[in-house]
């Protein structure tokens, strides 16, 4: 069975431009996690959903983020626009079982951006 | 104000000997408590889950002891092998007794030398 699909897994920008970051959940995963990981900060949460539905936004940064779940095998996390502070490692995450205790939850790849 | 600590930024032992990992959690209240490894370049990997009503659990030569009153979780790796070299997670589960997402320390990273 397919993990976690992000892509891309690497990206490199300029300052100001757009970037959209992508991410497939594992089939059958009611659940959608965006992480970000910096050394400074470690892995911290930016926004999850429940069956499509943001339920807790709170860890977006700022206005510039933005993130969408159309359907229950897709979801986007947008950037605009993208500054040098932002560049980081982006982890999508999903779980079959929202955000119950108890329930462990499988990390994609993760999105290595680097705004420049 | 809350807080997740993990030991050090890095640890590094000898091959053959036990690794032991430390968390500690300030001003939180997890239900659960979930160790993750995580290889250069890679995500995250659930290792072990723990409850707050349990004291040991073990998994091959892994073991983590979860303390409620000291705020503490110990992870330890016996006859650890150059292959367990990576960084480790600790990450708070249940916290505010609700649906809420793990809650994750900045991770030690653990090096085992032959």
């Known amino acids: 069975d397919a993990g976690v699909i992000q892509s891309p897994r690497h990206e490199v920008t300029e300052m100001g431009q757009e970037v959209t970051l992508r991410c497939k959940p594992i089939s059958g995963h009611n659940s959608l996690f965006w992480y970000r990981q910096t050394m400074m900060r470690g892995l911290e949460l930016l926004i999850y959903?429940?069956?499509?539905?943001?339920?807790?936004d709170s860890g977006m940064p700022e206005d510039r983020f933005s993130a969408k779940m159309p359907n229950a095998s897709f979801s986007t996390l947008k950037i605009q626009p993208s500054e040098p502070r932002d560049s980081a490692v982006y982890f999508c995450?999903?779980?079959?079982?929202?955000?119950?205790?108890?329930?462990?939850?499988?990390f994609g790849e993760g999105s290595w951006l680097t705004v420049v | 104000s809350q807080k997740i600590e993990q030991n050090s930024e890095a640890l590094n032992i000898q091959e053959g000997k036990t690794a032991t990992l430390t968390c500690n959690y300030t001003?939180?209240?997890?239900?659960?408590l979930q160790w993750y490894r995580q290889d250069p370049g890679r995500g995250p990997v659930f290792l072990l889950l723990i409850r707050e009503n349990e004291k040991e659990k073990r998994k091959e030569r892994l073991k983590v002891t979860f303390d409620t009153t000291l705020k503490q979780s110990l992870f330890h790796i016996t006859a650890s092998q150059p292959a367990d070299s990576a960084t480790y997670l600790c990450?708070?589960?249940?916290?505010?007794?609700?649906?809420?997402?793990?809650?994750f320390g900045k991770g030690t990273r653990l090096s085992v030398i032959a």
């Open positions: 001003n939180y209240s997890p239900a659960y």
């Open positions: 995450a999903s779980s079959p079982q929202g955000a119950q205790p108890g329930n462990t939850i499988y």
């Open positions: 990450a708070l589960d249940g916290i505010n007794s609700g649906n809420t997402p793990l809650v």
């Open positions: 959903f429940n069956n499509n539905v943001p339920i807790d």
